[in-house]
């Protein structure tokens, strides 16, 4: 099993920044591919961002590309988010979630994802 926390989450003014981070324990082993999502009230759970366990391979939402930036620790076993430009259609409970997958890819889907945080919130006020 893995355990997934995420921080950093808040209340932030349109075009300001915020930096998530999600730490993972249990069996941290070896590195996941990890994957950011996110679900705004009365919307469906949409991707944000996902990182290769390598770190290598990324993949970002078009609502999102050039505003995060997507990272990782493996010696911390933490991923993180910045998020900068913020809009309020950003506002969203956060989610990150662990691929277990041997294979190094930034899964979209979250269906290819085992473990799941309990989230945080962000509210981005205009």
């Not at 995420?6 to 990890?34: H, P």
């Amino acid at each position: 099993q893995v355990q997934l926390v995420e921080s950093g989450g808040g209340v932030v003014q349109a075009g300001g920044s915020l930096r998530l981070s999600c730490a993972a324990s249990g069996r941290t082993a070896r590195a996941y591919n990890m994957g950011w999502f996110r679900r705004a009230p009365g919307k469906e759970r949409e991707v944000v961002s996902a990182i290769s366990w390598s770190g290598v391979i990324t993949y970002y939402a078009a609502s999102v590309k050039g505003r995060f930036t997507i990272s990782r620790d493996n010696a911390k076993n933490t991923v993180y988010l910045q998020m900068n430009s913020l809009k309020p259609e950003d506002t969203a409970v956060y989610y990150c979630a662990a691929d277990s997958s041997s294979i190094a890819r930034a899964e979209r889907n979250s269906y290819g994802y085992e473990y799941w945080g309990q989230g945080t919130q962000v509210t981005v006020s205009s």
